[in-house]
T-cell receptor, first 115, second 112 residues
Framework: KAGVTQTPRYLIKTRGQQVTLSCSPISGHRSVSWYQQTPGQGLQFLFEYFSETQRNKGNFPGRFSGRQFSNSRSEMNVSTLELGDSALYLC??????????????FGNGTRLTVT | AQRVTQPEKLLSVFKGAPVELKCNYSYSGSPELFWYVQYSRQRLQLLLRHISRESIKGFTADLNKGETSFHLKKPFAQEEDSAMYYCALSDRGSGNTGKLIFGQGTTLQVKP
């Protein structure tokens, strides 16, 4: 089975711009979660989608949004970029939400640099 | 509040020495705990879950509810074990939410 695929791998954007990141989950996985990874804050949960519905959201401003399509692919959007948004953004898929019987499978991430 | 604490940022041992990576958690309810590992230039991947009865790559972890700990252990470290290790807790406050709470991670360095 192909793993979780994230595109692009690297992005460089300027403050104030917006960006869209894409994630293709493992075939058959209906849950997609997004995490932000930074050296200072570590791995922080952004949101989770299941069957095109956002089921949970972390403590991030409204500039961070996402969506999921009927084929379970997901996109994450960050508007009005700030320098502090520079991070590695990880997508993870699972059968149903990261429980013991359905652990998360992570992609390689998208490295976003905001200048 | 739900929290995962990994007190050591870096753990350095010699090949063949025992390894214990510490993880403590704070959670109201019955926890679901994981260890994830990230080898150099590879994606974050699941190492083991607390329901695992078998050892994975020689690692075991026992959930101790009394001490709220989930330490990862290996009796004899190998150089290929060098990696970043994350302890994680599934936050089930809202059902199946896809939300894991991660510790800050411990870098394990196994010296030859």
């Amino acid at each position: 089975k192909a793993g979780v695929t994230q595109t692009p791998r690297y992005l460089i954007k300027t403050r104030g711009q917006q960006v869209t990141l894409s994630c293709s989950p493992i075939s058959g996985h209906r849950s997609v979660s997004w995490y932000q990874q930074t050296p200072g804050q570590g791995l922080q949960f952004l949101f989770e989608y299941f069957s095109e519905t956002q089921r949970n959201k972390g403590n991030f401003p409204g500039r961070f949004s996402g969506r999921q399509f009927s084929n379970s692919r997901s996109e994450m959007n960050v508007s009005t970029l700030e320098l502090g948004d520079s991070a590695l953004y990880l997508c993870a898929s699972s059968l149903d939400g990261g429980r013991l019987n359905s652990p998360l499978h992570f992609g390689n991430g998208t490295r976003l640099t905001v200048t | 509040a739900q929290r995962v604490t990994q007190p050591e940022k870096l753990l350095s041992v010699f090949k063949g020495a025992p390894v214990e990576l510490k993880c403590n958690y704070s959670y109201s309810g019955s926890p679901e705990l994981f260890w994830y590992v990230q080898y150099s230039r590879q994606r974050l991947q699941l190492l083991l879950r607390h329901i695992s009865r078998e050892s994975i790559k020689g690692f075991t972890a026992d959930l101790n509810k009394g001490e709220t700990s989930f330490h990862l252990k290996k009796p004899f470290a190998q150089e290929e074990d060098s990696a970043m290790y994350y302890c994680a807790l599934s936050d089930r406050g809202s059902g199946n939410t896809g939300k894991l709470i991660f510790g800050q991670g411990t870098t394990l360095q196994v010296k030859p």
